[in-house]
């Protein structure tokens, strides 16, 4: 019978050559979930005995991480703004630097009542996350998906934020028959942003697994952004803000999009230095 470490050890072994990845985490991870055992468990107990069921569940993971499954797909959840979001195939993984955007809208809230609309809110990452820092805010979170909605659902549950109103839509077509005009104080979205092109150039991980309606825009990759950068000036409340979350290149394009019904048009770097964040007031 091998113990966790022989079991982490030999996981290792078989996804080390995966790009981009942490084989010695991942390889304890992967056994955390196939023997449901905690942090605590595993690093203070490494010669504890496997039973073999276990250890084969565990072996069928790892060769599903080979395969380029992503990671979060497997562990059947990732973290995000330090909290656990299920996510399963057909709903986009939150990546880390998508945090900028909820920063960036604690910065400018009141904290008072706000009205505040999630485009494309996935799995519920960044309402859910805005909803615990702003409790006197209300929030809609609007996604074409109904499998995304399901994840975003289940997150919302779980956590303290009861005031998000899920709708199925496409934005920002579904605003017209959801908003009153001049309503929302916010209007956030995390935007399919990708080029076909682009996509054709993705780590398999993203590529094959990954939901592509809620990464690719069209040809540009602008298409999204021309569309809801048009509509939300109807929408908002004088003074109210746009926030937007971009691709690397993509600052000044657009920035282009924005016509006289805006006022301070910034962008913001991620920690990498890329402009990750676009927020405009309007006038």
């Not at 449901?36 to 690093?43: A, F, K, R, T």
């Not at 799995?123 to 609007?142: D, K, M, N, T």
């Not at 709708?167 to 579904?174: D, K, M, T, W, Y």
């Amino acid at each position: 019978m091998s113990s966790i470490r022989d079991l982490i050890l030999e996981g290792r072994k078989r996804i080390v050559r995966l790009p981009l990845s942490d084989p010695a985490l991942e390889s304890r991870l992967l056994l955390q979930k196939a023997a449901g055992l905690s942090d605590q468990e595993v690093l203070t107990s490494p010669e504890r005995p496997v039973a073999s069921g276990i250890a084969g569940k565990f072996f069928e993971l790892v060769e599903k991480r080979r395969t380029r499954v992503p990671l979060a797909y497997l562990l059947g959840e990732k973290e995000f703004w330090s909290r656990s979001f299920r996510v399963f195939p057909g709903v986009l993984i939150p990546r880390p630097e998508t945090e900028l955007v909820v920063e960036k809208i604690i910065g400018l809230s009141t904290k008072q009542e706000e009205s505040i609309v999630d485009v494309g809110t996935g799995c519920g990452a960044i309402a859910i996350a805005l909803a615990g820092e702003l409790p006197s805010a209300r929030f809609i979170a609007i996604d074409v998906s109904r499998r995304a909605l399901k994840a975003a659902r289940i997150n919302a549950a779980s956590s303290p934020a009861r005031r998000i109103r899920f709708v199925e839509g496409r934005a920002p077509a579904a605003f017209k028959g959801l908003l009153p005009a001049e309503s929302q104080d916010f209007i956030v979205s995390n935007p399919p942003y990708i080029s076909e092109r682009d996509w054709r150039a993705l780590a398999p991980e993203v590529r094959l697994f990954e939901p592509k309606r809620a990464l690719v825009s069209g040809p540009t990759g602008f298409e999204f952004f021309n569309k809801l950068i048009r509509s939300s000036a109807r929408f908002l409340k004088p003074q109210g803000h746009l926030v937007l979350e971009i691709g690397h290149g993509q600052r000044e394009g657009v920035l282009s999009f924005f016509d006289e019904a805006w006022a301070d048009v910034r962008s913001f770097d991620d920690l990498s230095a890329i402009p990750r964040v676009v927020v405009a007031r309007k006038k």
